[in-house]
T-cell receptor, first 113, second 112 residues
Framework: AQSVTQLGSHVSVSEGALVLLRCNYS??????LFWYVQYPNQGLQLLLKYTSAATLVKGINGFEAEFKKSETSFHLTKPSAHMSDAAEYFCAVSDTKGTALIFGKGTTLSVSS | NAGVTQTPKFRILKIGQSMTLQCTQDMNHNYMYWYRQDPGMGLKLIYY???????DKGEVPNGYNVSRSTTEDFPLRLELAAPSQTSVYFC???????????FGSGTRLTVV
């Protein structure tokens, strides 16, 4: 069965520091992988997606993620954090039938000045 | 350009009451989904639909029902509300099956 594991329920960084949010997946088929962001009291917005093209995927707001098959990872990074990046981030993988997305438990990113 | 619209945004129910959470999308997406979000647990799939008249259960369907009479609407029905159904409910739609969802803003439901 497909699953995703997000390491660290809470990550804190200083403004201007590197952001690294970790996601490992388990999949019996070549995966489609996604990162979503949720700002307080809002729905989820798509940040970026991996669909078996380039392994380095660039998304909105300066975020990017690298698909590493050997490590079954899809970590999200941003070179320099901004206060507006404070939010909850979810990694997701398509289920085996490609019917729906399976979400991780989420990582809350805090950014301090 | 409304996207996915959910109503109501907030609701308090008493144990045993019933209600319908409304979800409408204006993007002509065939695929629609209902998830619930609980703190620290991520999102769990309740039901999904691949088109008008076709629905199927997700991971946590017990206590819920859905219907899909039109492409636009995908209401979620709670019968006999229980405290365990206290959660934030999100509706989503997609153009391609299981890909790149557009989410609504959610319904926060409390059962007391």
């Amino acid at each position: 069965a497909q699953s995703v594991t997000q390491l660290g329920s809470h990550v804190s960084v200083s403004e201007g520091a590197l952001v690294l949010l970790r996601c490992n997946y388990s999949s019996s088929v070549p995966p489609y992988l996604f990162w979503y962001v949720q700002y307080p009291n809002q729905g989820l917005q798509l940040l970026l997606k991996y669909t078996s093209a380039a392994t380095l995927v660039k998304g909105i707001n300066g975020f990017e993620a690298e698909f590493k098959k050997s490590e079954t990872s899809f970590h999200l990074t941003k070179p320099s954090a901004h206060m507006s990046d404070a939010a909850e981030y979810f990694c997701a993988v398509s289920d085996t039938k490609g019917t729906a997305l399976i979400f991780g438990k989420g990582t809350t990113l805090s950014v301090s000045s | 350009n409304a996207g996915v619209t959910q109503t109501p945004k907030f609701r308090i129910l008493k144990i045993g009451q019933s209600m319908t959470l409304q979800c409408t999308q204006d993007m002509n997406h065939n695929y629609m989904y209902w998830y619930r979000q609980d703190p620290g647990m991520g999102l769990k799939l309740i039901y999904y639909s691949v088109g008008a008249g076709i629905t199927d259960k997700g991971e946590v369907p017990n206590g819920y029902n859905v219907s899909r009479s039109t492409t636009e609407d995908f209401p979620l029905r709670l019968e006999l509300a229980a405290p365990s159904q206290t959660s934030v409910y999100f509706c989503a739609s997609s153009y391609v099956k299981g890909m790149s969802y557009t989410f609504g803003s959610g319904t926060r439901l409390t059962v007391v």
